[in-house]
């Protein structure tokens, strides 16, 4: 028996993507960012999450996507890292998924490199893929 993983599900530019349930700390609506001068291209601004800093980065910037509609707010998804709390900017949030280890395999060839080098892999579900992001090479800005 294949074993089963939680996914927390969100959307980017028309991609569906996910991450292990248990490395999100929160989902934010409208948080006010503050920007920060010379700051690497992805870093949005930081959030003021309760007294703690949370640096924000825009996934459209980190997956090489055009900029969201200017009537869109991005949505924050706070995920755990090695080195702190990190918002997510995403366009929208998805469900909570349980898939059975079975539908998943490693990242197709025809992926967008870009895209492909922050997944772990990819679950085939019926009449789409959901790619699994890998977190720690995700929040690194040098990949």
Do not use: W
């Not at 993983?5 to 028309?14: D, E, H, I, L």
């Not at 001068?37 to 949370?54: D, E, K, M, S, Y």
């Not at 469900?95 to 085939?124: A, C, I, W």
């Amino acid at each position: 028996m294949s074993p089963v993983c939680q996914y927390a599900t969100f959307r980017v530019g028309g991609h569906c993507l996910a991450i292990p349930v248990l490395d999100v700390q929160e989902v934010l609506r409208g948080q006010r960012l503050t920007p920060v001068p010379l700051a690497p291209h992805a870093v949005t601004g930081l959030i003021n999450l309760r007294g703690q800093i949370v640096p924000a980065l825009e996934m459209r910037r980190l997956l090489d996507l055009p900029p969201r509609d200017g009537e869109l707010d991005p949505l924050s998804v706070v995920v755990r890292t090695e080195h702190g709390a990190v918002s997510l900017q995403v366009d929208e949030i998805g469900d909570v998924l349980e898939l059975d280890g079975s539908t998943f395999e490693l990242p197709p060839q025809n992926v967008d490199p870009h895209l492909r080098s922050r997944l772990v892999g990819v679950h085939k579900l019926k009449g789409r893929l959901l790619l699994v992001l890998d977190i720690r090479r995700t929040v690194d800005l040098n990949a």
